[in-house]
């Protein structure tokens, strides 16, 4: 049963008083012959005593690649995640769920269910016994051990979930030999996103990218307070207004429409009238919005496209988990400008959500994108490098030469669009939202910090910037610049020449993007 030792050998008996005991897991009878009294002896349970070269604790073994219980008929395994991408070291590994909350109960007239939560690895126990054949299993998308976060959905107008209870998985299990410390579940990825399996898909994936996020950039700040992460099959794009952790923010009821349609378009297909808006608003308040399903522009109509891999679906997370460290960096009264800015976009002919640069507070929104969309490319590099689903070449569509090859956020807008030459060249013109500037002042000209070649410089881009960590790039936002010339003086005055820099590279850098 996964623990060995040895006990003394029976003694020579000529009465044994007793009868031989049903001992407990771990123990085993033995005869032991009465100290005063040669040749009587009575049974008696003892615990089995581990070999010294046997590293699994007394009372456990090896299932699922977790310690679980001795005892087959207590609860206890691993669940994990499909991962459709190979991670850095080529290997298609499921991920463990992490920290998410694990209920039990008996299949049949069940009523009363017991909990725990998965460690770092999706390992569990329940300490009870299951003396049946049927038991049921839910994992709830809440993380009670580290409090980061907590996963509702809303799937077309299906607001109840969304404002009250986080995404739930269920399994109901059947075990005729009644074993149940052996579960080894996994939340597979799933074609038909608006459907349960695949919303526990995005969820699991969710839920790992955000530990994964704070557990590897431990010098980046965490929001002070539990994330409220949205899923939905709406068809607008992920994004962070923070509404949950920004706390009172006092809007009518139009305005609070205006947000939700700016931060998620109008859910499709059903258009939800104002009070279900405020319910939403006033029930969940979520801080960040992420869809289900990825969706295009495509000639003035949005397409759904394939189901959303794991990497698609990890580096949306860390984008949006970027504008959640500003969040905390620079406080509230500099990001609610961004909200601000944004919902001003709505009703404009501007292209969505971020306009074309020429209303009033474009500067915060040009700092705060271009720092997500390089921390996005840079830690999904990390984990994926070439084993990524982007389109195209390997090498060249890997997540750091996408972001070394973009410049302007209205370059790739526009194309998406579909717009006419002449649409198209007047939003060119604009050159903005700089989208690879700041990994820009974090690469060394032509090489990943690690050493790794890039491709080709974007034309027109003097990249003479380096060595600016991740932290250093928010640092910058104690301050509060409100556009990118102002960033740019503050950063060289907290960093300057320390990072290695010179003052004329550094200028003619950011003075290549048009600053």
């Avoid at 209870?165 to 996103?193: A, F, G, M, Y």
């Avoid at 996005?376 to 490098?385: L, N, R, V």
């Amino acid at each position: 049963m996964g623990l060995t030792g040895s006990i003394d050998p029976f003694p020579l008996c000529d009465m044994v008083i007793n009868e031989e005991p049903d001992c407990g897991p771990g123990e085993q009878a033995v005869l032991t012959e009465l100290e005063f009294e040669p040749g009587v002896c009575r049974w008696e349970c003892v615990l089995i005593q581990e070999e010294d070269n046997n590293d699994t604790p007394f009372g456990f073994e090896q299932n699922c690649d977790c310690l679980t219980s001795f005892n087959p008929k207590k609860p206890g395994g691993r669940v994990t995640v499909e991962e459709t991408q190979a991670t850095e070291n080529n290997e298609l590994e499921d991920g463990g769920i992490k920290h998410v909350k694990i209920k039990t109960t008996r299949r049949y007239f069940g009523f009363l269910w017991r909990s725990t939560d998965t460690d770092e690895k999706g390992c569990w126990n329940i300490d009870k016994i299951y003396d049946v054949k049927r038991m049921k299993l839910k994992v709830v998308f809440r993380d009670r051990v580290t409090d980061r976060l907590r996963i509702h959905s809303a799937r077309g107008v299906r607001f109840w979930n969304a404002m009250l209870k986080p995404v739930k998985h269920k399994w109901r299990l059947q075990s005729d030999n009644r074993t149940w410390n052996n579960l080894c579940l996994r939340i597979n990825q799933n074609t038909e996103e608006q459907r349960r399996l695949g919303q526990s898909f995005s969820a699991a994936t969710v839920n790992n990218a955000v530990h994964e996020f704070y557990d590897d950039l431990t010098e980046l700040p965490e929001v002070d307070g539990r994330l409220q992460i949205l899923l939905n099959n709406w068809s607008g794009a992920a994004s962070a207004p923070m509404f949950n952790v920004m706390g009172p923010l006092n809007y009518s009821l139009v305005e609070l429409q205006t947000l939700f349609q700016q931060f998620q378009f109008e859910p499709d297909p059903i258009a939800v009238p104002f009070p279900l808006w405020e319910a939403l608003w006033t029930g969940a308040k979520p801080d960040i919005f992420l869809p289900l399903e990825r969706s295009i522009l495509r000639n003035g109509n949005i397409e759904t496209t394939r189901v959303r891999a794991s990497d698609v679906i990890k580096s949306t997370v860390f984008h949006e988990l970027t504008h959640a460290s500003q969040f905390e960096v620079a406080g509230q009264t500099w990001y609610s400008g961004i909200i601000d800015y944004i919902v001003g976009v709505a009703g404009t002919n501007q292209i969505q959500p971020y306009g074309d640069g020429t209303l009033p507070g474009a500067g915060l929104i040009e700092i705060a994108e271009s720092q997500a969309f390089s921390i996005e490319h840079i830690t999904s590099d990390a984990q994926y490098g070439l084993s990524h689903s982007n389109p195209g070449l390997p090498t060249f569509s890997r997540y750091i030469n996408l972001i070394e090859n973009r410049t302007f956020w209205t370059n790739r807008a526009a194309q998406r669009q579909n717009l006419s030459p002449e649409e198209s060249a007047e939003i060119l013109a604009l050159e903005f939202l700089p989208e690879g500037l700041v990994f820009d002042l974090y690469d060394e000209n032509g090489s990943f910090p690690d050493g790794l070649l890039l491709s080709q410089e974007a034309s027109n881009i003097v990249d003479m910037g380096k060595n600016i960590t991740l932290p250093e790039i928010l640092l910058p936002l104690e301050s509060a610049p409100l556009d990118v010339n102002q960033y740019k003086d503050i950063m060289w005055s907290e960093i300057g020449s320390s990072s290695g820099n010179n003052i004329n590279d550094f200028n003619a850098l950011f003075s290549s993007y048009g600053f």
